[in-house]
């Protein structure tokens, strides 16, 4: 498998009337990057603009996002794999075609049981 590099930010179209994408050919140029190659995850931002963020992020097997928070609701969808999703007291276990939806501000942590694929949405607070 050899490394490949994603356009930087700047130079690829996030914002735009219509935005399609093939989630299956977004996930393998994902796990070709030195990224996820060379790391425990890579991700690339699919669209941004001042309401909304999408982002396609894989995560190895033990990879974690330890507590953090966004300002605004969010949503996530496992796409392929199994991860922990613990907010508070509340711990959740999600599989592929499983989705869940965060109020905003809430502190939460991310841990992959498998190799993992998922579409983070967050809604941006103005």
């Known amino acids: ?5 994603r356009p930087k930010l700047s130079e690829r179209k996030l914002k735009d009337t ?3 994408f093939s989630i299956g050919s977004e996930t393998d140029k994902l796990k070709k990057e030195t990224a996820w190659i060379n790391g425990d995850r890579n991700a690339v ?3 941004k ?4 963020r999408v982002v396609l992020i894989s995560l190895h097997k033990g990879a ?3 507590e953090h928070k966004v300002e605004g609701p969010i949503t996530l969808f496992v796409l392929s794999g199994k ?3 613990i907010a508070g007291e509340e ?5 592929g075609n ?3 939806v965060l109020e905003k501000a809430v502190p939460h942590d991310v841990e992959a049981l498998e190799d993992t694929t998922f579409i983070l949405t967050i809604i941006q607070n103005k």
Do not use: P
């Not at 498998?1 to 590099?5: A, G």
């Not at 603009?49 to 909304?52: A, C, D, E, I, K």
């Open 1 to 5: 498998m050899s490394e490949q590099e």
């Open 49 to 52: 603009n001042s309401n909304l």
């Open 98 to 100: 499983e989705f869940i």
């Open 18 to 20: 219509l935005l399609s």
């Open 64 to 66: 974690t996002l330890h």
């Open 91 to 95: 711990k959740v276990i999600l599989e």
């Open 83 to 85: 991860m922990n999703f």
């Open 45 to 47: 931002t699919l669209q």
